[in-house]
């Protein structure tokens, strides 16, 4: 089935051909369902804070942050922004010229309220000799959008997110990329140094590299701290086979065989080869005006104190289990912890004996572990909270999409839609053992928690695959905590229009 060629095109992505020959059966078996127990909920996998937790678990964080350990912010920023505009191309190309739908309409009654208003009225000027309010005048409202998207103007339909203008201040607008490093600072600055690392894709790479040179040392005088910016792009060998509805092998015009990005799970190798005792995740276009920013810094602050109050009892269980000496108590005590603060249970554990029991106990504590921020559920689309029976046969929490839960199922439905929180991907990592050793992530990966989509390429429909994602599947071996965070924290972008909500003016 696969040419010399193909073999020489596949090793030049530094895949192997028994991955794409795994990845070719993937696509004929399909992967499984998730088997669930509950969908998590405050008191069974979900912790609530209430002021005085919140304060004692910052206090924790404080404390570690003074010893100096290496601290990351790691924030996904390869995505375009094309989607963001989908409903505008539409009236690019549409057959009328004046605004008809809700969207449109939206759009340009609060024009004046973006904050790339005033660099696209410039463009405007530049381009048509006429400024936005003049060209919508005349009903020329498609120059307009044409300067806002293209590259003649300000090309945003072309470009990635954390560059575009999302927010208003006295002294200029801000882009997401800047919002982040306003974050870095604020919670998760070490000995006066904020780390922060974005994944970015190999064509914007420049730009984001410009951006840094432009503003950081603008906001490493303003919060009187260093910055450590860096920068990787997804790996070419975390692309994945295309398929045919047949599932043999896709083929582009020229019959090369075609690669796909392998989604945000392929991000873990990324993460992988972070040098940092605690990372920080979370996504490029959840960012908030400063004037918003308390509920996300005091938050970020106590779930980050969570993780490190976990991590110190951890690797102190570990420590103890390494000497074996202790006791049978002491053993119950480890039990306890590992069953209602990590929430991983076992139903058979008291028929281990108690070699055995030493042996899961070590399995359980010595692995990555990360505490999530959940919001209430107010009907976003998107993963959720559960409790879900893993490979081994342990319950543990993990966060699903509804595609890993079986729709024919009415009970697990239920549990899906009417779950009390959803995953607005704000996580915090500690990713080096109790020796200081860092964790090999990809270890830990579940496998048989990919997806499959149907997508088209030059009009021929096609398979992709898409691999665990980053904080599905990929994190799936890992201790896994949640804590209720407040929706204030989860303000994302979908679309441009989602600009204009009082969250992000």
Known sequence: MLSQEDLKQIAAKGITEEQINTQLEEFKTGFPFLKLEAAASIGKGIIALDKDKCKEYESAWEKYKATGKKIVKFVPASGAASRMFKDLFAFLKADYDTPQTDFEKRFFDGINKFAFHDTLDATCVKNEGKDINQLIAEGNYKAVVANLLEDK???YGQLPKGLLLFHKYEDGAR???EEHLVEGALYAASKGKSSIHFTVSHEHMPLFKQMVADKECYY??????????TFSEQKPSTDTIAANPDNTPFR???????????????????LNEIDADIVFIKNIDNVVPDRLK???VEYKQAIAGVLVSLQDKVFSYLQLLETGNYTHEQLEDIIRFVQQDLCCRKADIKHLEDAELVIYLKSKLNRPIRV????????????????TYNQDGTVSLQILESSQIDKSNKEYMDMFTKGTHFNPVDL?????????QPFNLPQYVDKTTGFISNKSKNGK???ALELPGLWNGAMSNWNTVFVEVPLSTFNPVKTVNDLLREQHQ
């Open 428 to 436: 915090v990592c500690a990713i080096k053992d109790y020796k200081g």
């Open 153 to 155: 103007g300000l090309n």
């Open 461 to 463: 429909e096609l398979k």
């Open 372 to 387: 999530c921020g959940v919001v209430k559920n107010v009907g976003e689309p998107g993963g959720g909270p559960f409790l």
């Open 252 to 270: 582009t015009e020229d019959g090369r065989l075609l690669f796909r990005p392998g989604g945000h799970g392929a991000l873990i190798e990324n």
């Open 220 to 229: 490493k005088n303003k919060f009187g701290i260093d910055y450590d910016i």
């Open 175 to 177: 882009t997401p990329m």
């Open 294 to 296: 308390a509920d996300t």
